[in-house]
C-alpha cells in the first residue's frame, strides 16, 4: 500500500508565495513521474506540473514562471513552489505519482488528499 501526504496549504495574501510538498510513503520500489494538480471551486481539475524520475521539470503555460516543481528522490517527496501568488490561485492542489509497489507488477497511479491554498488579502 502506498500514500501521499500532501501539505505546506494555507492562508496567504496576494504576492506572497508557498512551497507544497507531497511525501509518499509505503511499499514503495519506486517512484516515476510525479504531478501536481489543483481544483479551484466551481471548475474542473487541472494540470499545473509534471516531473519525472530524473528530475525533468514541465509547468503549464498557465503557471509558468510563478510554479516551480522539483522533488528528492532520496525523500520520497516531491514540491511545488509557488510565487507571486494571486487569487487565482485559490484552490485545492492535489499531488499524484505512478509509483511501482513491492511485490507487484506495473505502476500504479496514486494521488493525494490534497491540500487547501487561499489567496486573499
Known amino acids: 500500500q502506498v500514500r501521499l501526504l500532501e501539505s505546506g496549504g494555507g492562508l496567504v495574501q496576494p504576492g506572497g508565495s508557498l512551497r507544497l510538498s507531497c511525501a509518499a510513503s509505503?511499499?514503495?520500489?519506486?517512484?516515476?513521474?510525479m504531478a501536481w494538480h489543483r481544483q479551484a471551486p466551481g471548475k474542473q481539475r487541472e494540470l499545473v506540473a509534471t516531473?519525472?524520475?530524473?528530475?525533468?521539470?514541465n509547468t503549464e503555460d498557465s503557471v509558468k514562471g510563478r510554479f516551480t516543481i522539483s522533488r528528492d528522490n532520496a525523500k520520497n517527496t516531491g514540491y511545488l513552489q509557488i510565487d507571486s501568488l494571486i487569487p487565482e490561485d485559490t484552490a485545492v492542489y492535489y499531488c499524484?505519482?505512478?509509483?511501482?509497489?513491492?511485490?507487484?507488477?506495473?505502476?500504479?497511479?496514486?494521488w493525494g488528499q490534497g491540500t487547501q491554498v487561499t489567496v486573499s488579502s
Open positions: 509505503g511499499s514503495i520500489v519506486s517512484i516515476e513521474d
Open positions: 499524484s505519482a505512478m509509483v511501482r509497489l513491492r511485490g507487484k507488477t506495473g505502476k500504479f497511479d496514486v
Open positions: 516531473i519525472t524520475k530524473s528530475g525533468g521539470p
